[in-house]
């Protein structure tokens, strides 16, 4: 039972685009929602976060946005640069049991080319 | 910046031996992690640890597993009896709060590479 699913495992764009992840999950539980981007040998790094009672949340060249009728987010950045190639993992966790345990997608992997 | 530290960044061992993976969380942190990725597999939540005891696990965690935090600073997994299947990317992760705050995210550990052969 995938409750988070990113269905596209892969993404490129170019230097200075724009680069648009999305994610979706179907257990309405769920009132905290996180990205995180992984490179090579190292651990999840937190990249944003955006609670339910919100629809947008934006940090830098980052923004999260929330459509909790369509139980779908996205992460965007731009303009995309070529140090944001990774693998970036929507999470997502029931506020009200342990913030900290978090269910993950699949992941989906930018390539941002020079 | 403060981060999560494990050790070893690599172990093998053989089907049946016991392994313990090594953490150091965050120092003021209070909420432990350990969360596992098998190889092209998602991330998968393992257990949460908080005021010396476990508050949840998933089904992953059987009992050939366990936790503890020996002293004020360490945090350890232990698998008891290894097999082939458990060979995965294991993190730990630790956050300040937990429970209603909507301002923790986990900080990660860069992880260990558990091999069984």
């Known amino acids: 039972d995938q409750q988070v699913k990113q269905n596209s495992p892969s993404l490129s764009v170019q230097e200075g685009r724009i680069s648009i992840l999305n994610c979706d999950y179907t257990?309405?539980?769920?009132?905290?929602f996180l990205w995180y981007k992984k490179y090579p040998a190292e651990g999840p790094t937190f990249l944003i976060s955006?609670?339910?009672?919100?629809d947008k949340n934006e940090d830098g060249r980052f923004t999260v946005f929330l459509n909790k009728s369509a139980k779908h987010l996205s992460l965007h950045i731009v303009p995309s640069q070529p140090g944001d190639s990774a693998v970036y993992f929507c999470?997502?966790?029931?506020?009200?049991?342990?913030?900290?345990?978090?269910?993950f997608g699949d992941g989906t992997t930018l390539t941002v080319k020079p | 910046e403060p981060e999560v530290t494990q050790t070893p960044s690599h172990q093998v061992t053989q089907m049946g031996q016991e392994v313990i993976l090594r953490c150091v969380p965050i120092?003021?942190?209070?909420?432990f992690y350990w969360y596992r990725q098998i190889l092209g597999q998602k991330v998968e939540f393992l257990v949460s640890?908080?005021?010396?005891?476990?508050?949840?696990k998933s089904e992953i965690f059987d009992d050939q597993f366990s936790v503890e935090r020996p002293d004020g600073s360490n945090f350890t997994l232990k698998i008891r009896s290894t097999k082939l299947e458990d060979s995965a990317m294991y993190f730990c992760?630790?956050?300040?709060?937990?429970?209603?705050?909507?301002?923790?995210?986990?900080?990660f550990g860069n992880g260990t590479r558990l091999t069984v052969t």
């Open positions: 955006i609670s339910s009672i919100k």
């Open positions: 992760a630790s956050t300040l709060q937990g429970g209603m705050s909507y301002n923790s995210p986990l900080h």
């Open positions: 999470a997502a966790s029931a506020g009200h049991t342990n913030a900290g345990k978090s269910t």
């Open positions: 257990n309405s539980m769920f009132d905290y």
């Open positions: 640890f908080y005021n010396n005891e476990i508050s949840e």
């Open positions: 120092s003021n942190h209070l909420y």
